[in-house]
C-alpha cells in the first residue's frame, strides 16, 4: 500500500507571507526580507494570489475547498527553517476529499518553504554549511494521497499524471530538478486482504525513476523482513539514489513532536463562495474535458485526442492550428507527425514551437487547396523549420507548386512512355501492375510537382488510347 | 539636578514648539541633560541616542513650516527596546540580541517619527518582555522613581520610570499581560493598552502574538489619547491590525460622564487569589476612593461578576508560555544575535543550538519556554493549550456579558503598590499571581487604561485600571481623564525629579 505527499511550489511572483520574488537561481540570499528571514518584530500576510492557485489545484482534484481552514505553526530546529518554525496548516486543511484518476486525495494544504543548505561548492565545505533563504517562503502546496496505491509503477504513473495536472494548470512549473516538485512516500506491505502493515515513509524521490527504484526496493525489503520472521519498523527511511537503498533516517522514538499550534499573527483564512465561483469560471479547461470536446467537436479518434492533450500547451496549439482554418484531422497528423519529429530531435517542447501554429495552418492550406502535394509539404516543413520562411514563400521561390495542367502533364507522360517501352508493353499485354512504376516516372520526372490524381487520370488515359 | 521641566506633558511641548516658546533642539538638549543626570541611578534606559536626537530635533527646526501642524513636533519619545528601531540596537534586554541592530523600523515607532516625535533612546524592560518587575533583564533592574530601592513594576519598566521622572513625557510599551498598566501604576503615570489590533504589532519582538499590544505610557489621560492618535490604525504588515477607523480620541475627553456606567467585580476583589496577602489595605482604600470619585462626576457603579476571572491567570500563563516558546524558537544563533563560541570537543549542530539558547536566555525566559513546550507537546496539547483557549473564550464572555450592562470595568491595577527589588525573584509564581487583574484584558483582547489613584502612606504610587469594550477606547479615556481632572495625582513629582 503506498500514499504520497507531493510538495509543489506555487507559480506566485512573490512568496507567501512576504513581497519577495520567487524565481529560481538567483545568487544566494538575495530574495530576501526580514519576514522570510525570521527577523525579530517581522510578520507574515498572506500572499493571495498563492491562495487562489492552491484552490484551483485543489477544485482540479475534487476537493472540497473549506470556506475556513487555519494556519498552523509546525516547530523543528533546522538552520534553513529561519523562525524555528514553518507556517503550515494542520487540522484545518484548505481542502480534502477528492481525487486523481483512481486515487483518492486525503488533502490539500498551504504553506511555506525553507531555505536551502549549501553543504558543498565553498572552499570550506569540508567544514562549513551554508545556508541560502532565497527559498524560504515560497508557497507550496503539499497534497497528500490516500494509500490507494499498489505498486511501484503505480505510485509512479500518478505522479507522472499529478505532474501533468499542475503544469496544466499554470500552478507549478512541475520541475523535479529544481526542487519545485518533490515527493515523499509512504508504504506499507500486507498478505493479500490482511490487515494494514506498519508504515515507513520514503523521503527524496525527486524524480519519476527514483520514485519507482525507491518503491520496489522499500517493498522488497519490507517483504524480506516480514519473511524473515521479523517485523517492520515506523520510521522515516532516506532513499539514496547513488547506490540504490533506502536507509532509516528517524525511528519513531526520534520522530519530531511538531507542537502544532494555531498561527496567531495570521486570521483564519476564508474563502467565500463568490471566489470559489471566480476561481472555478476562470479556471482552464481540464484534460479530461478538452480530450472528450476534440473528440466530439473536432471527430478525433480517441488516440489523437488522447496524444494531443498530454499538455495545455500542446492542446492549445493544436487548437490554435485549427482556428487558423486547419482540418482538425490534418493538424492532428501534422502535430503528431512532422512537428513532433523536429521537437524531439530538438529535445524541445511545444511551449517552443519551431513553426508557429498559423504557419503550420497555412502549410495544410496550400495541401488542402491541392497547390502542393503531401511529400512536397514535408519538404517545405523542414524548409519552414529551418529558415522560419513561411510555406507561400518557399513553394514560390522553389517552384514547388503542384502541376495540373494539361498540356504539361500530357508531355511529361509523353516523354516516360517513350523512355519506358518495356513496362508500356507489359501494361498493354495485361500486366497492369507495371502502371504504378510508370505513375512513380512521371512523378519523378516532375521532381514530385505533378498533381497525382491528375497523373493517374492522364497516364491511364494514355496507356489505353 | 539640572533645570526642572517647567511643563512636562506631550501637549505643552508641542504648543511650546508651535507658538515659537521654545526649539525642538533646546527641548532635546535639556532632555538629554536630564537622563544623563538622573538615569545613572535609575537604569531607565539601554541606549540614549543623543546625536541622533539633536539631529532630527535640528532638521525639526530647521523646516519648521513642514513641521508645525505634525502632532508630536519636538516631543521626546523613549521607546521599549523590544520595539525595532531603524539602525539602532534593539536588544528586548536579552543577552540573545546584546548586538542585535534591526534594519526596519516598527510601524509604531516609524508613525511617531512621522509625526514629529525625536526618539531620544531604548528603555530597559523584562528581557522579551517575561516580567513584572524589570529585574528580569540581562543588563541590571531599572529602579522605581519613587523609591529606589523598589522596582518600577514591568516589564516595560524602563518606559514608566523614565516618564515617571520625567525623562521623556511619552514612552511606548508593550502589553501581554499587565506590562505597560502594572508598571505605569507602580510609578503613577498613565499606562493605555488599546484593544488588540489597534496598533500594528510589526516590529515588536513578539512574545506571546495574540496577546501582545503595543500602547503608551504618558503623565496625563490627553497625552495618551494624543500619542493613541498616532501609533492606531490599519497596518499591512500586520495581517492582525484592525481596519476599523481611527476617531480622534482627544475628542472623546468631555469631563462628562454623567450617566455612565463602571462596573465594579466586587466578588472577584473580595476572594481573588491576588496573592497570599490578597489585596494591599491601602490600595483597596485608594480604589474605593477613586470609585466615590467616580459618582459624584455623576457616574452610577454597577456590581458585575466575572466568574470565570479567577481562572484567567493560570490561563494566561498557559496561553503566553505556549506562543513565547514558539516565538523565541527564531533566536537559534544561525542567522542573527548571540552565538555560543565553538566548541572543538563538540561542533555538532544541536550542541550550538543547545549552548546558544542556554547561554543566551536568562533564567525566567528559559522558564517560560520549558513551560511553553510542555503545553503544547504531543498529549499535553489538549489538556492544557486547547483547555486554555476554552477558559480563554469563557473569561471573555464575562467581560461582554457584564458590558450588556456597563461601559466600562473598574478594578485596581496592581494588588499592591512598588515591591522592592529582589523581594519576588525567588518567588515566580507570587510575582505571576500579582498579574490577576491586568491578564484578562489582554486575553479578551480589550482597551484598558492604568490612571494614578493616590498614594500609600510611605509615598508609593497607586493605580486605577479600568477595561472596556474592544474599540471603545473613547469611553475609558474619557472616564479616566474625568477622574484625573479632579484629583491630578499626576501633577506630584517623585523624588528623584
Known amino acids: 500500500m503506498i500514499g504520497l505527499e507531493i510538495h509543489a511550489h506555487l507559480l506566485t511572483a512573490s512568496k507567501i507571507f512576504c513581497g519577495c520574488g520567487t524565481s529560481f537561481g538567483a545568487p544566494p540570499n538575495t530574495c530576501v526580507c526580514p519576514v522570510c528571514l525570521g527577523l525579530p518584530g517581522a510578520l507574515p500576510v498572506l500572499n493571495h494570489a498563492a491562495v487562489d492557485l492552491a484552490i484551483r489545484a485543489a477544485l482540479a482534484l475534487g476537493c472540497t475547498v473549506h470556506e475556513t481552514s487555519v494556519f498552523a505553526r509546525k516547530h523543528y530546529f533546522y538552520p534553513d527553517l529561519a523562525k524555528g518554525y514553518q507556517i503550515s496548516q494542520y487540522d484545518c486543511p484548505l481542502a480534502t476529499g477528492g481525487a486523481l484518476a483512481a486515487t483518492r486525495i486525503h488533502r490539500v494544504h498551504l504553506e511555506e518553504d525553507a531555505g536551502k543548505s549549501l553543504h558543498d561548492g565553498f572552499p570550506d565545505s569540508d567544514r562549513k554549511t551554508y545556508v541560502d533563504f532565497n527559498r524560504s517562503g515560497v508557497p507550496l502546496i503539499e497534497i497528500v494521497t490516500e494509500p490507494d496505491l499498489r505498486s511501484a509503477s503505480d505510485a509512479a504513473g500518478f505522479f507522472s499524471r499529478l505532474r501533468s495536472m499542475l503544469v496544466w494548470l499554470g500552478v507549478n512549473d512541475g520541475n523535479m530538478e529544481e526542487g519545485s516538485l518533490r515527493c515523499d512516500a509512504n508504504v506499507s506491505v500486507r498478505r493479500a486482504g490482511g490487515a494494514l502493515g506498519t508504515k515507513a515513509e520514503i523521503k527524496n524521490l525527486n524524480s519519476f525513476r527514483f520514485l519507482q527504484k525507491a518503491l520496489e526496493y522499500e517493498i522488497e525489503r519490507q517483504i524480506g523482513v516480514l519473511k524473515g520472521g521479523g517485523r517492520v519498523t515506523q520510521e522515516t527511511r532516506l532513499w539514496d539514489a547513488a547506490s540504490g537503498v533506502t536507509a532509516s533516517m528517524r525511528s519513531k522514538e526520534e520522530a519530531h513532536d511538531y507542537r502544532y499550534f494555531p498561527e496567531p499573527d495570521l486570521p483564519p483564512l476564508v474563502v467565500d463562495a463568490a471566489r470559489l465561483g471566480s476561481i472555478r469560471a476562470a479556471m482552464p479547461e481540464l484534460p479530461e474535458a478538452r480530450r472528450a470536446r476534440f473528440i466530439a467537436q473536432h471527430a478525433l479518434p480517441e488516440y489523437d485526442a488522447g496524444q494531443l492533450v498530454e499538455s495545455r500547451a500542446l492542446a492549445d496549439y493544436y487548437e490554435h492550428v485549427v482556428r487558423a482554418g486547419a482540418p482538425a484531422k490534418a493538424a492532428s497528423n501534422w502535430i503528431m507527425g512532422e512537428l513532433a519529429r523536429v521537437l524531439k530531435d530538438r529535445g524541445a517542447d511545444i511551449t517552443a514551437p519551431p513553426v508557429s501554429a498559423a504557419a503550420l495552418a497555412g502549410l495544410i492550406a496550400l495541401v488542402e487547396q491541392g497547390r502542393i502535394s503531401g511529400s512536397i509539404a514535408k519538404h517545405v516543413f523542414d524548409t519552414m523549420v529551418a529558415s522560419g520562411r513561411t510555406s507561400d514563400d518557399i513553394v514560390q521561390a522553389e517552384d514547388l507548386a503542384q502541376i495540373d495542367d494539361e498540356p504539361r502533364l500530357v508531355a511529361l507522360i509523353g516523354d516516360v512512355l517513350a523512355a519506358h517501352p518495356g513496362p508500356v508493353a507489359q501494361y498493354r499485354e495485361g500486366k497492369t501492375a507495371t502502371f504504378g512504376f510508370l505513375v512513380g516516372q512521371v512523378m519523378r520526372a516532375s521532381a514530385g510537382k505533378a498533381n497525382p490524381t491528375r497523373v493517374n487520370e492522364l497516364l491511364r488515359r494514355a496507356l489505353e488510347a | ?497
Open chain 2, 1 to 497: 539636578m539640572t533645570t526642572p521641566a517647567p511643563s512636562a506633558t506631550i501637549r505643552d511641548l508641542r504648543e511650546s514648539v508651535r507658538s515659537g516658546a521654545r526649539s525642538a533642539v533646546e527641548i532635546c538638549r535639556e532632555t538629554l541633560a536630564r537622563v544623563r543626570a538622573s538615569d545613572p541611578a535609575l537604569h531607565a534606559f539601554h541606549t540614549v541616542t543623543a546625536d541622533r536626537a539633536l539631529a532630527r530635533a535640528a532638521d525639526l527646526d530647521r523646516d519648521r513650516d513642514r513641521w508645525r501642524d505634525a502632532p508630536l513636533t519636538g516631543v521626546p519619545v523613549a521607546i521599549k527596546d523590544n520595539l525595532c528601531t531603524r539602525g539602532v540596537r534593539t536588544t528586548a534586554a536579552s543577552k540573545m540580541l546584546e548586538t542585535f541592530v534591526p534594519p526596519y523600523d516598527a510601524t509604531a515607532v516609524a508613525r511617531l517619527e512621522r509625526a514629529g516625535a525625536v526618539m531620544i533612546g531604548k528603555t530597559n524592560c523584562d528581557e522579551f518582555a517575561m516580567g513584572s518587575s524589570t529585574e528580569n533583564s540581562a543588563f541590571g533592574p531599572t529602579r522605581n522613581p519613587w523609591a529606589l530601592d523598589r522596582t518600577p513594576g514591568g516589564s516595560s519598566g524602563g518606559s514608566a520610570a523614565a516618564v515617571a521622572a520625567r525623562l521623556a513625557p511619552l514612552a511606548l510599551g508593550s502589553d501581554t499581560g499587565g506590562s505597560i498598566r502594572q508598571p505605569a501604576a507602580l510609578c503613577g503615570i498613565v499606562g493605555l493598552k488599546p484593544t488588540y489590533g489597534r496598533v500594528s504589532r510589526y516590529g515588536l519582538l513578539a512574545f506571546a502574538s495574540s496577546l501582545d499590544q503595543i500602547g503608551s505610557l504618558t503623565l496625563t489621560v490627553h497625552d495618551a489619547a494624543i500619542a493613541l492618535n498616532v501609533i492606531a490604525g490599519a497596518d499591512p504588515a500586520d495581517a492582525t491590525s484592525a481596519p476599523d477607523p481611527v476617531p480622534d480620541y482627544t475628542a472623546a475627553l468631555t469631563g462628562d460622564i454623567r450617566g455612565a456606567r463602571i462596573g465594579v467585580p466586587s466578588r472577584l476583589l473580595e476572594n481573588g487569589p491576588g496573592g497570599p496577602d490578597g489585596i494591599d489595605r491601602e490600595v483597596a482604600g485608594a480604589f474605593r476612593t477613586a470609585l466615590d470619585a467616580f459618582a459624584s462626576r455623576g457616574a452610577t457603579l454597577v456590581d458585575v461578576d466575572l466568574p470565570h476571572a479567577r481562572h484567567a491567570v493560570a490561563v494566561y500563563y498557559l496561553v503566553a508560555t505556549a506562543e513565547a516558546s514558539s516565538n523565541l524558537a527564531r533566536y537559534d544563533g544561525v542567522r542573527y544575535g548571540f552565538r555560543a563560541p565553538f566548541d572543538r570537543h563538540d561542533d555538532a549542530l544541536g550542541s550550538m543550538y543547545a549552548r546558544t539558547r542556554a547561554g543566551g536566555f536568562g533564567p525566567e525566559v528559559k522558564r517560560r519556554i520549558m513551560l511553553g513546550t510542555y503545553v503544547l507537546s504531543a498529549g499535553y496539547y489538549e489538556a492544557y493549550y486547547l483547555k486554555a483557549q476554552q477558559v480563554r473564550t469563557l473569561i471573555a464572555r464575562d467581560y461582554e456579558r457584564a458590558f450588556e450592562r456597563v461601559d466600562a470595568v473598574a478594578m485596581p491595577t496592581s494588588p499592591t503598590p512598588a515591591f522592592p527589588i529582589g523581594e519576588r525573584v525567588a518567588d515566580p509564581l507570587q510575582m505571576y499571581l500579582a498579574d490577576v487583574f491586568t491578564v484578562s484584558a489582554n486575553l479578551g483582547g480589550l482597551p484598558a487604561v492604568s490612571v494614578p489613584c493616590g498614594f500609600t502612606a510611605g509615598g508609593l504610587p497607586i493605580g486605577l485600571q479600568l477595561v472596556g469594550r474592544r474599540f471603545d477606547e473613547p469611553t475609558v479615556l474619557r472616564l479616566a481623564d474625568a477622574y484625573e481632572r479632579d484629583t491630578n495625582w499626576w501633577k506630584r513629582e517623585p523624588a528623584h525629579v
